[in-house]
């Protein structure tokens, strides 16, 4: 399956040849930034291609023409097509994850990230920021609930502290829900006791 922001990027290719054209459309399959390639039907009354190869394309004349047969068009091929298209794109959100030694006190490496962070928020120009407070599954869900979001307006006060704009940062809980490595209950786990901050 494609995902949504893949399927996304394709409607807009479509769009935006077949507004150039006039005649034909070209629909073609790229891969995602991380490298995985998905697939995708392109299909009307008059018959149906899959296309699940990166950088291959098909067209279709007319909506009473059967898409053509995949062929592999490439990379610089279709960067040069679709351009305009793909210089639009938006940027896709960074994630730092810190940790925690215990309580609201940070492990010394995810202290180091926080310059890192600072510098993606102001190199974006950022006023979408995400900060969302975990646990592990120690104590009880009421004790962890709190926890997760102390841990979140930590990182959110040190964040405003180092210049990022306090507005701009959304704080949630998730409390011992959502884990990073899955354990049973009051399973001690460094993994989990953790903030991750989202920049878009």
Known sequence: MVSPSRIAVLILLISLVCGCSGRKTLVALAPDPDGKTGSIVI???AGLVN???????????????????????GKQNLDRIFAEALSIQPKRPIHFLLYFKKDTILTSDSEKLLPDIIAAIRERNSIDISVIGHTDTVGS???????????????????ARAGAEAESIRTTSHGKENLLIQTGDNVNEPRNRRVEVVIR
């Open 43 to 45: 299909g009307n009354d």
């Open 141 to 159: 869900m009421e004790y962890n609930t709190e926890l997760s979001s102390n841990r979140a307006l930590v990182i959110k006060n040190a964040l």
């Open 51 to 73: 296309i699940n190869a990166p950088y291959h394309a098909t067209t279709v004349a007319h909506t009473g023409a059967q898409p053509t047969t995949p062929e592999n068009l």
